[in-house]
């Protein structure tokens, strides 16, 4: 079974645009402020489908486009004004930023409270404490997204969580165990991750790595979330898996593209809808 990204975005966002038309009727029009440096294709391509969403779902975009060689004294400003700007709800960062710029203190800069990617250190001990105050980074809430559009209870089985970065696999894994999930999180350094692997009953693959996760690795009836996004030689986009080779042994997979990557910047509106009703509370 394909696990169909849309279908989820489409839900999600039927629900955000309720929320903003309730926002709009009282006067508050939610707000989501973009903050690109220089043009990297990746960080294009991601803002231009979250002005999409935005539209779509009746939250104002505003984009801060600067210059590749803007100083980090100069950002740090920008994003002061942005925590300050009571019209602005959610702040995007698209990173990672030059190598000039120390990322960490941008991280720390940004208010937690307008924080709807989940970067901040404020964000993130929510996430891992579980208390729901502030915002899961979009791309691995996605993914808990998916499981519960198809109506996937996670609750005591085994998840196997690839990849361990603060944005996507870590994020993920404690969201998943906030689930009663089992989880084992992978990385580099894991040894025999087929094996590991195959004993997951949900696999969620964010290695980094175009198809570096296969046939080896898949069971029959696991349920694979593949969050991996890479352009191949051919000009089409590809997973962190081996779509091919596991699609025919699992019981459910997320396609790429159409699948994690299509729930992400809907949840982000969702949490740009949800900062507005906070904030004006
Ligand atoms: P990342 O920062 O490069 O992290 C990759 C993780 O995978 C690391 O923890 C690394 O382990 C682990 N890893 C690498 N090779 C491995 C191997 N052979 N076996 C086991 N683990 C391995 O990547 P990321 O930012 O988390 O992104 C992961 C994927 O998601 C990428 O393909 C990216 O394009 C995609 N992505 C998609 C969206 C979306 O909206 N769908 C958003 C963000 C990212 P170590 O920690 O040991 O090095």
């Known amino acids: 079974m394909l696990l169909e990204g849309k279908r989820v975005a489409q839900a999600l966002d039927e629900a ?21 440096i220089g043009e990297r294709a990746d960080d294009l391509s991601y803002e231009r489908g979250a002005l999409k969403r935005c539209q779509k779902v009746g939250i104002e975009p505003r984009v801060y486009a600067l210059p590749q060689d803007t100083g980090e004294k100069q950002l740090l400003e920008l994003v002061e004004s942005l925590n300050r700007d009571e019209t602005i709800h959610g702040v ?16 720390a800069a940004l208010d937690p409270a307008k924080d709807v990617d ?16 502030g ?16 109506h996937i209870d996670p609750a005591g089985r085994r998840a196997v969580v690839v990849g361990r970065s603060l944005v996507v696999g870590r994020p993920a894994a404690m969201l998943l165990l906030h689930k009663n999930v ?10 025999n991750l087929p094996q590991v692997c195959h004993q997951a009953e949900i696999l969620v693959v964010a290695v980094g790595k175009m198809g570096a996760v296969g046939a080896e690795c898949a069971a029959p009836g696991q349920i694979v979330l593949d ?19 596991m699609e025919p042994v699992v019981e459910a997979i997320t396609p790429v593209p159409g699948g994690v990557g299509a729930v992400t910047t809907s949840v982000l509106a969702e949490h740009v809808a949800r900062a507005a009703a906070r904030q004006c509370q």
């Open 227 to 245: 969050v991996g996004i890479h352009m191949g030689e051919d000009g089409k986009l590809r997973g962190d898996t081996d779509f091919a080779a």
């Open 118 to 133: 989940g970067i901040t250190d404020g964000s993130l001990a929510g996430v891992f404490a579980g208390t729901g105050r």
């Open 135 to 150: 915002f899961a980074p979009c791309t691995a809430e996605a993914c808990i997204r998916i499981l519960e559009h198809y």
């Open 92 to 107: 995007l960062m698209l990173r990672p930023f030059p190598a000039h710029i120390r990322d960490e203190a941008v991280r």
């Open 182 to 191: 089992t989880v084992t999180l992978c990385h580099a350094k894991t040894q």
């Open 16 to 36: 955000t645009a309720r929320q903003c038309g309730e926002l709009h009727e009282k006067g508050i029009k939610p707000c989501l402020a973009i903050l690109r």
